[in-house]
T-cell receptor, first 111, second 117 residues
Framework: GENVEQHPSTLSVQEGDSAVIKCTYS??????FPWYKQELGKRPQLIIDIRSNVGEKKDQRIAVTLNKTAKHFSLHITETQPEDSAVYFC??????????FGKGTTLSVSS | GAGVSQSPSNKVTEKGKDVELRCDPI?????LYWYRQRLGQGLEFLIYFQGNSAPDKSGLPSDRFSAERTGESVSTLTIQRTQQEDSAVYLCASSLVGQGAQGYGYTFGSGTRLTVV
């Protein structure tokens, strides 16, 4: 089955810096790659997603890139703010299956 | 409803007892998923329902775990003979499923925090 590896497990940045989280997946048939943000004690919430027919997608300060050949995708957060502090999960799926999640990255943004 | 509802929000049970967790998905979402999240850990896939298709049970960790869904509405996750390692937050999510099996984002419920003592 699908396996998703996520790095780093923890990331500390200064406010205003950029943060990059990387994920790799194993199943070349995977076609959908969302990112979720989970604040402490709350439910995961979708922040951005990308489909396999697109290489990059941007939404204000966040962007996701996908390299299908290498089977990896990345989340980029620019101009980080303290409220970006949370756990971020990447995930992937192929048709007819559920999302498989990475183990998460704890992002800490200090002011 | 407006969101995914889960009940109870918290459940404390004695080891060996059975528990039932309930999930009410967003109206119109044909896909429903259960995940387990242990403290400080990631989301572990348990089971996936899609319409009237046979569910994907490949993530259930043992035969003590089972789940049902009535049509395209409420689902219940049952854990029999609970053990301490079952302690976790059980998250339910629902989503649309597009043509050509294009993926759509999940909407998660607030979860049920299960504590087995």
């Amino acid at each position: 089955g699908e396996n998703v590896e996520q790095h780093p497990s923890t990331l500390s940045v200064q406010e205003g810096d950029s943060a990059v989280i990387k994920c790799t997946y194993s199943d070349s048939a995977s076609n959908y790659f969302p990112w979720y943000k989970q604040e402490l004690g709350k439910r995961p919430q979708l922040i951005i997603d990308i489909r396999s027919n697109v290489g990059e997608k941007k939404d204000q300060r966040i962007a996701v890139t996908l390299n299908k050949t290498a089977k990896h995708f990345s989340l980029h957060i620019t101009e980080t703010q303290p409220e970006d502090s949370a756990v971020y999960f990447c995930a992937s799926r192929k048709a007819g299956t559920a999302l498989i999640f990475g183990k998460g990255t704890t992002l800490s943004v200090s002011s | 409803g407006a969101g995914v509802s889960q009940s109870p929000s918290n459940k404390v049970t004695e080891k060996g007892k059975d528990v039932e967790l309930r999930c009410d998905p967003i109206s119109g979402h044909t896909a429903l998923y259960w995940y387990r999240q242990r403290l400080g850990q990631g989301l572990e896939f348990l089971i996936y329902f899609q319409g009237n298709s046979a569910p994907d049970k490949s993530g259930l960790p043992s035969d003590r775990f089972s789940a049902e869904r009535t049509g395209e509405s409420v689902s219940t996750l049952t854990i029999q003979r609970t053990q301490q390692e079952d302690s976790a937050v059980y998250l339910c999510a629902s989503s649309l499923v597009g043509q050509g099996a294009q993926g759509y984002g999940y909407t998660f419920g607030s979860g049920t925090r299960l504590t087995v003592v």
